[in-house]
């Protein structure tokens, strides 16, 4: 009879060990999205606010993706429970035009990987910002492609 070999066992990662940023950017949570989501500072660029809402959904942090939509096209709410189904897992960031720090308007192109009910889907959109008063804010997009359990 051959002996059992015991799995490894998982690693737990420590409390203040760094989370890496969802939004791809290699950068640690807290050094990156964390700054504008918990740390009150303003996106400073439109593809940082691109970055940010992405992170947002991804930590299902809703009451910042509906306080950075531009209030002339926001929803009054945001579908809970189909968002709260989305588990995503990678952001593509293909163009950005504009959308610097001194600029008024942007245009970021991407898509939002994830899945649903184990299923991959993406989301490829090219989002439209505008900064008012030192502050970003996303507008509407265009999709591209969308497969997102539907």
């Not at 737990?12 to 989501?37: I, T």
């Not at 299902?60 to 509906?66: A, N, Q, R, S």
Request: aromatic fraction near 8%.
């Amino acid at each position: 009879m051959k002996p059992k070999i015991a799995a490894p066992k998982a690693q737990k990662q420590k409390k203040d060990a760094p989370e890496p940023c969802p939004c791809g950017s290699g950068k640690d949570f807290a050094a990156c999205c964390g700054l504008y989501l918990h740390g009150g500072e303003p996106a400073p660029t439109a593809q940082a606010l691109m970055r940010s809402r992405y992170t947002a959904f991804a930590h299902k942090d809703f009451e910042y993706v509906l306080r950075t939509w531009h209030a002339r096209t926001r929803p009054p709410s945001i579908d809970l429970k189909s968002a709260g189904a989305i588990l995503w897992t990678r952001l593509e960031i293909i163009a950005c035009r504009a959308g610097g720090r001194s600029a008024k308007e942007g245009k970021v192109e991407f898509i939002a990987h994830c899945t649903i009910d184990g299923r991959p889907e993406q989301l490829h959109e090219v989002s439209r910002f505008v900064r008012e008063d030192g502050q970003w804010y996303y507008v509407d997009g265009e999709i591209k492609q969308a497969r997102l359990g539907r």
